[in-house]
């Protein structure tokens, strides 16, 4: 029987199974070598797509609305100027609007629950561009980037230096514990992510065989194959820079940290934007180990291949 996702939001890899994930970024490869052979689909032709956004964007929104125009579709961009989300209609209200206008909804905002309840009362798929709990979209890129340097990822370490607590850094322990990849966390104790995601983790990383790993000691990079990091402070946390600054200073990513992988072929990721001089120096983003720029531009594929496998009866 063929796997089949038609229908299926993403808003939160927790929701896949491995080979659903695996599948994702099959696809993503495939849609990635159209591109470069200059391929032109309209897969989805006559289909449109809400782009709502509460939070600014710059990948995201670029790789959502490329993506679905250069296929045929036609995505529609809402600001929370433009909309009255969860203001002065109801969330549930506007879901179900959307649902009779768009083919599909993508969400990028603040509450988890606010795509929730998105993709229980609009009856099309929602996709989750970033919550403040999750980043699936985000995730699949970084495997791809992943996959593309390494191949297989499975027992693969994957290290995450800096707010172990935020979105990205769940998302790619999610991911790992489920396609095998031993994860790292290099965070202060205070940073932490939260016990009841780790709870969840547990069993899906002994059921494929990776090695989850929390603590504050810089020296557990050591045998990384990728070192990853993100801003130190997330959007709605404005307040709290100069705490965080002095928090994750000892935890910068530069050529120093890069060197105490002990692997020469190490490489480093950034979800971007990055703030150079903070959580990573100019001459590591921009340098010979640095794949930022790869993740960027497979958020497109891996995007693309998500609103193709759940769109379109492929």
Known sequence: ??????????????????????????????????????????????????????????????????????????????STADIHLGEKEAI????????????????????????????????????NGLTDLYHPTQALADFLTLEEAFGNVKEKTLCYVGDGRNNVARSLMIISAKLGTHFTVVTPPELFPDDELRKKISPLAAASGSVITVTPDINAIKGADAIYTDVWISMG????????????????????????TGKSG??????????KGEEVTADVIDGPQSRAWDQAENRKHTIKAVMLATLTKI
């Open 237 to 260: 946390e404005e307040d709290k820079r100069e705490e965080r600054l002095k928090l994750l200073s000892p935890y910068q990513v530069n050529k120093t940290m890069m060197e105490k």
């Open 266 to 275: 190490s490489i480093f990721l950034h979800c971007l934007p990055a703030i």
């Open 1 to 78: 029987m063929l796997l089949s996702l038609f229908g299926r939001s993403l808003l939160t890899l927790l929701d896949f199974s491995p080979e659903e994930i695996r599948y994702l970024l099959k696809l993503s490869n495939k849609v990635k070598a159209e591109a470069k052979k200059g391929k032109i689909f309209k897969r989805f032709s006559g289909k449109t797509l809400a782009l709502l956004f509460e939070k600014r964007s710059t990948r995201t929104r670029c790789a959502f609305e490329t993506a679905f125009g250069e296929e045929g579709g036609h995505p529609v961009f809402l």
């Open 92 to 127: 549930e209200d506007t879901a179900r609007v959307l649902g009779r206008m768009f083919s599909a909804i993508q969400f990028r905002g603040f509450k988890q629950e606010t795509a929730e309840t998105l993709a229980k009362h609009s009856g099309v798929p929602v996709y």
